[in-house]
C-alpha cells in the first residue's frame, strides 16, 4: 500500500473500512432484534402479512436479511484478500447497506403492498454484490474464486423468483425457492470453510503462525458443495422424487466425512475450531434428516431445514463473525470471553429448535421455538456488546 493510499484509507470512519466492518453489526443487530420483536409483540405473526405465510417471511428474512448481510460482509472483504484489489469502502458500502436495508424493515412487519418494492430493493442489493465480486476477478483475469461470483447470482435470481412466486400466489413455488436459498447458502457456507479452517486449524496447532503443519485433503475441499449444488437441482426440479432423498443423504455423508479435518488432537478444543466443526456436523445432521425424510422415515423435513439453518449455519456465520472480527481488527486469534458465550448460546439454539422434535427433550416440546430464537438473538446480542468496541477501535490502519 503506497502512502497516498493509506492516507486515504484512513479519512473512513472504521465501520466503513472494509464491507464486513459494516455488515457484521448489520446483519448482528437484524438478527438479535427481529426475533425478539417477533416473539415478544407479535407472537410470530406479522400485523400486515395476509396472503403471503408468517413463515416464508421469517425463513425469507432469515436467509436475505441476516445471512445476506453476513455473506455481504464476507465476500466484499474476501475477494478483495484473495485477489489482492481495493476493498469497497465509504459511500460504496453505505449505498449497498440502503439498498439491504428498506427490505428488512417491510419483512419485519410482513408489509404484503411493499413486498414488490422490497423484492426490488433486495435483488438490487444482491446484484450489486454479485458485481463487487466478478469485478475484482474480472481485473485479475482470474477463475480461481469465479464459483463464489457464479453463487451470488444465484442467490440474486432466487430472490427475484421468491418475490415473484409471492405476487403471483404461488406460495407452493415460493416454498421451494426459499429452501432452494437455503441450500445455495450451504454452499457458500461449504465453499468459505474450506478456506477459512486451514488458517483456523493452522493457528490452532501454531499459535505463532511460523508454520503450517495442517494440509487440507485436495478432494474433499469441494465435495460437500458439489453434492448440495446437485441435491439443490433435483429438489426444486424434481420435488416429488426421491432421488433427491437419496441425494441429501450423499450430501450428509460428504459433510460426514469432512469431519475428518478435524482430527488435530487437543487443539480442536479450541472454541473457534469447534465453531467450524460443529457447523459441519449440523450441516451433515440436517441433511441427514432431510434424506431419512423424504424416504418415509417419521422425521419432519422441517427438523432438517432448521438443523442447517439454525444449527450449521448460525454457528458457521457466528464463528466467521468472531475469527474475521479478530483477524481483521488487527487482533490475534484469541477469542474473548464474550465471544465463547456467543458460539455456545448459538449452538444451544440449534439444538433447543431441533432435538425436541426428535423426541430428546419433551419437556420443551411446544416452547422451543420461543427459547430456540431468545437464545438465537442472544447469542447475537453477546457478539455486538463484544466486538463493537474492537471494530470502532482496530489496531490495524485500514480505517
Known amino acids: 500500500m503506497t502512502a497516498a493510499t493509506e492516507g486515504k484509507t484512513r479519512k473512513h470512519h472504521p465501520l466503513l473500512a472494509e464491507g464486513l466492518m459494516l455488515f457484521f453489526p448489520a446483519a448482528a443487530l437484524h438478527a438479535m432484534l427481529s426475533p425478539l420483536l417477533w416473539v415478544t409483540l407479535f407472537g410470530f405473526a406479522l400485523p400486515f402479512a395476509k396472503n403471503i ?12 436479511g441476516t445471512y445476506g448481510a453476513a455473506l455481504a460482509g464476507f465476500l466484499t472483504s474476501a475477494v478483495a484478500e484473495w485477489t489482492n484489489t481495493p476493498p469497497r469502502r465509504g459511500r460504496t458500502l453505505i449505498v449497498l447497506l440502503s439498498l439491504w436495508l428498506p427490505g428488512r424493515i417491510i419483512g419485519l412487519l410482513g408489509i404484503e403492498p411493499l413486498a414488490a418494492f422490497a423484492g426490488l430493493t433486495d435483488f438490487a442489493f444482491l446484484s450489486m454484490l454479485f458485481w463487487f465480486v ?17 453463487w451470488a447470482g444465484l442467490f440474486a435470481l432466487i430472490e427475484a423468483g421468491i418475490r415473484i412466486a409471492w405476487l ?26 474450506a478456506r477459512i479452517n486451514v488458517v ?13 503443519p495442517y494440509r487440507p485433503h485436495p478432494g474433499r475441499q ?35 466425512d469432512r469431519l475428518a479435518e478435524w482430527f488435530i488432537g487437543t487443539s480442536v478444543l479450541r472454541t473457534q475450531v469447534l465453531a467450524l466443526a460443529g457447523a459441519n456436523a449440523f450441516a451433515g445432521g440436517g441433511f441427514l434428516l432431510i434424506g431419512l425424510s423424504g424416504l418415509g422415515a417419521p422425521i ?12 450449521s449455519l448460525g454457528l458457521a456465520v457466528m464463528a466467521v463473525f468472531v475469527i ?7 487482533r490475534p486469534l484469541v477469542l474473548p470471553r464474550l ?5 455456545a448460546l448459538m449452538a444451544c439454539a440449534g439444538l433447543v429448535r431441533v432435538l425436541p422434535e426428535l423426541g430428546l427433550g419433551d419437556t420443551l416440546t411446544g416452547m422451543h421455538y420461543a427459547a430456540a430464537a431468545l437464545l438465537w438473538s442472544a447469542a447475537f446480542g453477546v457478539w455486538f456488546a463484544g466486538f463493537m468496541p474492537l471494530f470502532l477501535k482496530p489496531l490495524n490502519t485500514k480505517a
Open 222 to 256: 469441494n465435495l460437500a458443495a458439489g453434492m448440495v449444488a446437485i441435491f439443490a437441482v433435483t429438489a426444486l426440479v424434481f420435488p416429488r422424487s426421491q432421488v433427491s432423498s437419496y441425494l441429501a443423504l450423499a450430501a450428509a455423508a460428504a459433510f460426514f
Open 168 to 193: 403471483a400466489g404461488e406460495f407452493d413455488l415460493a416454498g421451494r425457492l426459499l429452501q432452494t436459498s437455503l441450500y445455495v447458502f450451504l454452499v457458500f457456507f461449504a465453499l468459505a470453510v
Open 200 to 212: 483456523v486449524i493452522n493457528l490452532a496447532l501454531d499459535p505463532g503462525g511460523n508454520t503450517t
Open 339 to 343: 465471544a465463547h458465550v456467543a458460539i
Open 300 to 311: 419432519a423435513i422441517g427438523s432438517g431445514l432448521h438443523m442447517l439453518a439454525v444449527g
Open 134 to 150: 466478478l469485478a475484482p476477478l474480472l481485473e485479475r483475469r482470474s477463475l480461481r474464486h469465479a464459483s463464489f461470483a457464479v
Open 53 to 64: 405465510p408468517s413463515t416464508q417471511w421469517h425463513a425469507h428474512e432469515m436467509i436475505f
Open 324 to 330: 474475521a472480527g479478530l483477524r481483521h481488527t488487527g
